[in-house]
């Protein structure tokens, strides 16, 4: 069982892109025996505290995309309706429906677009805030060996 954690936990490890960049010197002659349990428990607490796994990589509920492939149309629809109903108090149903059509393909498109610009900026605060955790999570883990003896580079 412990050397299919440690192998977990050295996966988890080689694969972070954030701890890969770090390099852990023993500074007091450590063994590597203890290096390995060191890096076990520096892992974990690491993880407790910053509560990012390099494990489980980044995870962050990305909103769904947005379902905007119809804003035209029902523009299109609303405005052709609304149109007409204006244009036959008017005289003119068809003429207004018309124009209520192409105004409510303007409309559905301006609200296609800030659809599509609210997921953009949703997305990119939560990478935004993921790339952070990972930051946090390569400190805690440097501060851990530096604790125990190390030096970290």
Request: one cysteine or more; aromatic letters at 6%; charged letters at 20%.
């Amino acid at each position: 069982m412990k050397s299919i954690m440690s192998v977990a936990v050295l996966a988890a490890l080689a694969s972070a892109p954030a701890i890969a960049q770090q390099v852990i010197y023993p500074k007091k002659g450590q063994s590597a025996a203890q290096q390995q349990k060191d890096e076990k428990e520096c892992y974990a607490w690491a993880k407790k505290q910053t509560g990012y796994d390099p494990a489980q990589g980044t995870q962050y509920a990305a909103p769904p995309p947005p379902q905007h492939e119809g804003e035209r149309v029902k523009g299109a629809a609303r405005g052709a309706a609304g149109g007409a109903i204006i244009g036959a108090i008017a005289g003119g149903a068809g003429a207004g429906a018309a124009i209520g059509a192409v105004a409510g393909t303007m409309a559905g498109g301006a609200r296609q677009r800030r659809k599509q610009d609210n997921y953009e900026q949703a997305t990119s605060q939560q990478q935004h805030a993921a790339d952070q955790q990972k930051q946090q999570y390569q400190r805690a883990y440097g501060a851990c060996f530096e604790g125990k003896g190390y030096t970290v580079k």
